[in-house]
């Protein structure tokens, strides 16, 4: 399977612990992206990589929120001290840099804190 | 700022009927639009793109959907709707000034009776 690919697909976790969700592009993918979607909304944007560098974070990402992207491929998001808001669908998608090129999703990681 | 509305957060029609979800969207530069499906279980897809070169788009699995700037609107039609369309349906701004992060809409689900 060449698409884009998260794991784990659910995580249950309880509140204040860490966790973390890896992302893995389709591999010539220069772009990444991380977005959250809760029940009944679409989907938000946290942030995006070109390479590795990140290049914009959303207000929605507190500081308890790092992504990475060390190499330019996979991708890390990690939330530490959970709370219970943070329980959501974190989506990755990725696609070529340029104008209108189409951002291929993964199937997301179901984040529950309990 | 851009936003997208979904007029309807449900709609439901007969198989075999015709299918009209709407959007209107707000956008300061010419923009980027998308539809997105997205079915139980599964990752976001790629129904259709307008990139500003007709103003009618044909997409995938006969979809369609035509950009009217006047009205900013764009709205997902299909002639005949199918049992395998039932699914939730985003609308969706892609930000070229932005690395094309997207904007989504809250998403209307789409129930189609036999």
């Known amino acids: 399977d060449t698409g884009v690919s998260q794991n784990p697909r659910h995580k249950i976790t309880k509140r204040g612990q860490n966790v973390t969700f890896r992302c893995d592009p389709i591999?010539?993918?220069?772009?990444l992206y991380w977005y959250r979607q809760t029940l009944g909304q679409g989907p938000e944007f946290l942030t995006y990589f070109q390479n590795e560098a990140q290049l914009e974070k959303s207000r929605l990402l507190s500081d308890r929120f790092s992504a990475e992207r060390p190499k330019g491929s996979f991708s890390t998001l990690e939330i530490q001290r959970t709370e219970q808001g943070d329980s959501a669908m974190y989506l990755c998608?990725?696609?070529?840099?340029?104008?209108?090129?189409?951002?291929?999703f993964g199937q997301g990681t179901r984040l529950t804190v309990v | 700022a851009q936003s997208v509305t979904q007029l309807d957060s449900h709609v439901s029609v007969s198989e075999g009927t015709p299918v009209l979800l709407r959007c209107n969207y707000s956008s300061s530069y010419s923009p980027s639009l998308f539809w997105y499906v997205q079915h139980p279980n599964k990752g976001l897809q790629l129904l259709l793109k307008y990139t500003s070169a007709a103003t009618l788009v044909k997409g995938i699995n006969g979809f369609e959907a035509e950009f009217k700037k006047s009205e900013t609107s764009f709205h997902l039609t299909k002639p005949s709707a199918h049992m395998s369309d039932a699914a939730e349906y985003f609308c969706?701004?892609?930000?070229?000034?932005?690395?094309?992060?997207?904007?989504f809409g809250a998403g209307t689900i789409l129930r189609v009776k036999s």
């Open positions: 591999s010539e993918h220069n772009r």
């Open positions: 969706v701004v892609g930000l070229m000034e932005y690395g094309n992060k997207l904007v």
């Open positions: 998608a990725s696609s070529l840099a340029g104008t209108n090129t189409e951002a291929f």
